[in-house]
């Protein structure tokens, strides 16, 4: 679809007025937001990690495309929440310690605000000590932690163990996500639930404060 390709095409190029005005007109034109998402931005930011890994595109590339994708999904947000006044619960997310990475931590907490979630949102390089404060100032059901890089994988496994050493660890559900994230390193690190996207990190929340 001609939308659907402008969309992708301005991601993989960083043009981030290119993004925007192409989500505008996939809008106006009847495109699901759904596919915007997926088939336009989410699958350009998929290229733009082949082309890096083929070392044709380098972190400069990354960063402009980035963010376009970011600017696209600004528009794309009012579409893909919708207002409902009971909250789901209370959600904390941060992409953890010594990871930048926060499209996909966004998106998450953008689809769980828009399913009714009150999202707190500690954005980037989250280290176990902050996530326990949040926890204790916040109070919420679920933790969500993001990580992109396989290095920084281990810091969710150490927020784990943070939450247990400050005795808050039986008070929220633990749930976790990312490119390298797998269900058995949920498991190994004892977290309570792996998402491999953000509508399914929707169902994990809702189902993990269900058996709570
Ligand atoms: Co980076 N980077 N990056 N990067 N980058 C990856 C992750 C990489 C796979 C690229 C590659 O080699 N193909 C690679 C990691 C390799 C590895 O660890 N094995 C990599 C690398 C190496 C690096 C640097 C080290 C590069 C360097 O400096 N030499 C560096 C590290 C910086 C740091 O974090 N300390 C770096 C930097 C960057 C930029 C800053 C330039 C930029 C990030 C900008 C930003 O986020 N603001 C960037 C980008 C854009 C990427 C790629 C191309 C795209 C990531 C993305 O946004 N995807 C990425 C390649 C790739 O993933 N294919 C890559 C779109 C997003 C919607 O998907 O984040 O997977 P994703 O989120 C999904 C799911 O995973 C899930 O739901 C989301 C929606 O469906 N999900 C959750 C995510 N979090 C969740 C949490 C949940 C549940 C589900 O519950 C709480």
């Known amino acids: ?13 960083g043009d981030a007025r290119g993004a925007e005005a192409g989500v505008k007109a ?3 034109g009847g495109v699901k937001p759904e596919s915007i998402l997926r088939e336009g931005l989410i699958a350009a930011m998929g290229e733009v990690g082949r082309l890096f890994e083929a070392n044709e595109y380098f972190v400069p590339e990354m960063l402009v ?16 929440t919708a207002a ?6 209370k959600v ?13 931590k966004n998106l998450v907490a953008m689809m769980l605000e828009g399913s009714g979630f009150e ?3 500690l954005g980037t390089d989250v280290t176990p000590e902050k996530f326990v404060s949040a926890v204790l100032e916040h109070k919420p059901q679920v933790v969500g932690m993001s990580a992109l890089l396989t290095t920084t994988m281990p810091s969710m496994g150490n927020t784990v163990k943070a939450l247990e050493s400050a005795g808050v660890r039986d008070r929220v559900k633990v749930m976790i996500g990312g490119a390298p ?18 509508s399914s990190a929707v169902r994990l ?8």
């Not at 929340?205 to 709570?212: E, P, Q, R, V």
């Open 205 to 212: 929340a809702k189902s993990l404060i269900a058996a709570a």
């Open 119 to 121: 999202v707190v949102d």
């Open 65 to 80: 495309s980035a963010r376009a994708m970011k600017t696209g999904l600004a528009v794309l947000k009012p579409n893909l």
């Open 1 to 13: 679809m001609e939308h659907l390709e402008t969309i992708y095409q301005a991601v993989l190029d």
């Open 84 to 89: 409902d006044a009971t909250p789901a619960g």
């Open 26 to 28: 996939a809008l106006a």
């Open 92 to 104: 904390i997310v941060g992409t953890v310690k010594g990871d930048l990475h926060d499209i996909g």
């Open 181 to 198: 994230v797998t269900d058995n390193f949920a498991r190994q690190i004892s977290a309570d639930g792996y998402a491999p996207d953000a």
